[in-house]
C-alpha cells in the first residue's frame, strides 16, 4: 500500500467541474478551485498578521489545500441542493467522512494515516484558520459567479451565487481581512464596466447596509 491512489484522485480532481448542470462561459476544475482557494487565504492570512493575529500557516495551507479533495468521492454537489437542508447537509457530511475514513484506512500507509486524517477532515472550524478557509472558498465563488456575470451569462444561478457568496463572508465582517476586503477589493470589482452592473451593484448595496 503506497500513496498511489492518493496522487491519482489529485489528477481526478483536475476533471471534476464545478457547479455541474449549468453552462458557464469559462469551466472551473475542483482541481484549480482548491489552488485559488490556496492563494486567497494566503492573502488574507498576510493581512491577519498584518492586523496583529498569530497565523498557523502549516495548518492554514494544509486546510485550505485539502478542503475539497473528498469530492473525489462524491462529486461536487450544486450549491443549493447541497444545502437544503440541515439534516441533508449532515448526511452528506457523514457520507464524506465514511468514505475518506475508508480511503485512508485503505490506501494511505500507516505512518501517513493520521497526517491525512487531519488534512481531510472539515478545515472550516472556529479557528482563525478554519474561519479563512471560510472566507477564501466563498470568496473564490463570488469570483467564479461574477466571472460569468461578467461575460454576460444571463442565468440567475450566478447572480443569486454571487449574493450568497457575498452575505456569507460578511459573516466574517469582524475580522480585518475582511473588512480590507470590502473597503479595498470590492470596490474595484464594481468599477469595472460589465453587463448586469447596475444589478450587482444593487445586489451588493442591498447586502452590505
Known amino acids: 500500500m503506497g500513496m498511489h491512489a492518493y496522487l491519482q484522485g489529485l489528477n481526478n480532481l483536475e476533471t471534476l467541474n464545478r457547479a455541474p448542470g449549468y453552462f458557464q462561459y469559462q469551466q472551473h476544475s475542483v482541481s484549480t478551485h482548491s489552488f485559488r482557494v490556496t492563494q486567497m487565504a494566503q492573502m488574507l492570512g498576510d493581512l491577519e498578521e498584518i492586523s496583529g493575529h498569530i497565523i498557523n500557516w502549516r495548518v492554514l495551507y494544509e486546510k485550505a489545500l485539502n478542503h475539497d479533495y473528498t469530492e473525489r468521492f462524491i462529486g461536487d454537489i450544486k450549491t443549493p441542493v447541497k444545502y437544503a437542508t440541515s439534516e441533508l447537509r449532515e448526511l452528506i457530511a457523514n457520507v464524506e467522512d465514511s468514505m475518506t475514513e475508508s480511503f485512508i484506512q485503505s490506501e494511505i500507509p500507516q505512518e501517513l494515516q493520521e497526517r491525512y486524517r487531519r488534512r481531510l477532515s472539515e478545515g472550516k472550524d472556529e479557528t482563525l484558520e478554519g474561519q479563512i478557509l471560510s472566507i477564501s472558498d466563498k470568496m473564490d465563488l463570488l469570483y467564479e459567479a461574477f466571472g460569468e ?16 457568496s457575498l452575505q456569507s463572508i460578511k459573516q466574517f465582517n469582524h475580522l480585518y481581512s475582511v473588512q480590507y476586503f470590502f473597503e479595498n477589493i470590492l470596490p474595484e470589482m464594481l468599477a469595472e464596466d460589465f453587463p448586469f452592473r447596475t444589478r450587482v451593484n444593487e445586489v451588493t448595496n442591498l447586502i452590505l447596509e
Open 149 to 164: 456575470i461578467q461575460k454576460g451569462n444571463p442565468q440567475e444561478v450566478f447572480m443569486e451565487i454571487y449574493r450568497e
